[in-house]
Structures are given as structure tokens and as C-alpha cells.
């Protein structure tokens, strides 16, 4: 596979839902439809996408709001995890960022996935304790 990856195309949708299901990134309250429509609509976000005989098998969100990056839905088929694929798609994201400015890279990660800590970690992100506040905009109550 090549080290080189792509915007997501109208084509990849599905293979990209498919993909976060897989990787168990999705959630009740997250539409991936929506959440990937988003990021398509904005001039400050994008998805990557690495294929491999036409099907998705690999992909990162990455975003910016002006002062700092964001990454989300870094995914990798579970196939091909341990061959490097997740550090490139950070590579890349982390690269994306930096052409438009900006010199800092954020992620969450919910506190009970270790594995995704340590991979982070063994790439260098530390944790910087911060208090994460969050409100639903329709009322819903604040579930996850």
C-alpha cells in the first residue's frame, strides 16, 4: 500500500461507514453519515482516505477551528493494523495541519480505550489535563 492518501470521494461513503462500524468508532448519538457530510462541507476540515483495491481501509478526520488541529475517526481495517497504516494517516493529518498554520494537534480519547492511548502515545502525544465541558444543543442529556 502507498503512503499516499486521498480526500474522501462521494464513491467512498460507504466503505468509510463500514469502516468506522468495524473499528467500533461509531455511536448511537453520531451519525458517521452526517459527521462525514460535515466534514466534506467545510473549508477547514477533511477526511483522508487509504484504499487498497478500491475498498476504504483506512481513513482520519482531521480539522482546524483557527488556533489548533483536531483528529477523529482515525480508523484502520483490522487486517492491516501493526503495518504502519495508522502512523502515515497521523503523518498525514498532522501534516494537513501544519500547511494551514497551525502548530498544535488534539484528539480525545474515551478513557477506557487503552490500546488507542498507547498508540498515541508511542507517537509522542502526552495528555494534557484539561476539563472537557459539553451541552447537547437540542436539550438531550449528556450521555456520551
Known sequence: M??????VGDGDVDGLVSLWTACG????????RGDIA???RSAEATI?????????VGSVMVGHEGHRGWMYYLAVAPALRRTGLGRRLV???????AARGMAKMHLLI???????????????????????????????????
Open 2 to 7: 502507498s503512503g499516499t492518501f486521498r480526500d
Open 25 to 32: 468508532l461509531t455511536r448511537p448519538w453520531n451519525d458517521p
Open 38 to 40: 460535515l466534514a466534506r
Open 48 to 56: 483522508l482516505v487509504a484504499t487498497e483495491a478500491g475498498a476504504v
Open 91 to 97: 503523518k498525514a493529518a498532522e501534516d494537513w495541519i
Open 110 to 144: 474515551r478513557p477506557e480505550n487503552h490500546a488507542v492511548r498507547a498508540f498515541y502515545e508511542a507517537l509522542g502525544y502526552g495528555e494534557q489535563p484539561r476539563v472537557l465541558m459539553a451541552r447537547w444543543l437540542d436539550g438531550r442529556p449528556l450521555d456520551g
